[in-house]
Nanobody
Framework: VQLVESGGGLVQAGGSLRLSCIAS????????IGWFRQAPGKEREAVSG????????WYSDSVRGRFSISADNVKNKLYLSMNNLKPDDTGVYYC?????????????????WGQGTQVTVSS
């Protein structure tokens, strides 16, 4: 199983980035998948998730309206379009997936993690 993120970088406040995560080794359509981030000195937090089977999405309050998550079930890829970035968005962004099954909850449980990609927003 692999989740490989890309697309991070350094951007000025107000700018945009698009993160990608390519998944392999598991059945993409059977999973809820999304993005977490960890800022220096802080705990990892859920940012946005999507249920690949039906397209249902979730966003944290801090990013709703600025970030957009999408998934390509053919290419087994996950994206996060980030607009109007703020310095508080700085952190390592991780792709995480959990089996979409009764009793399982993306955001509180993760079966597979990527290695992360750094996003730095300068003021």
């Amino acid at each position: 199983v692999q989740l490989v993120e890309s697309g991070g970088g350094l951007v000025q406040a107000g700018g945009s980035l698009r993160l990608s995560c390519i998944a392999s080794g598991f059945i993409f359509d059977d999973y809820a998948i999304g993005w977490f981030r960890q800022a220096p000195g802080k705990e990892r937090e859920a940012v946005s998730g999507i249920t690949t089977s039906n397209g249902n999405t979730w966003y944290s309050d801090s990013v709703r309206g600025r970030f957009s998550i999408s998934a390509d079930n053919v290419k087994n890829k996950l994206y996060l379009s980030m607009n109007n970035l703020k310095p508080d968005d700085t952190g390592v962004y991780y792709c995480g997936a959990v089996l979409d099954a009764p009793g399982r909850s993306w955001g509180t449980e993760v079966d597979y993690w990527g290695q992360g990609t750094q996003v730095t927003v300068s003021s």
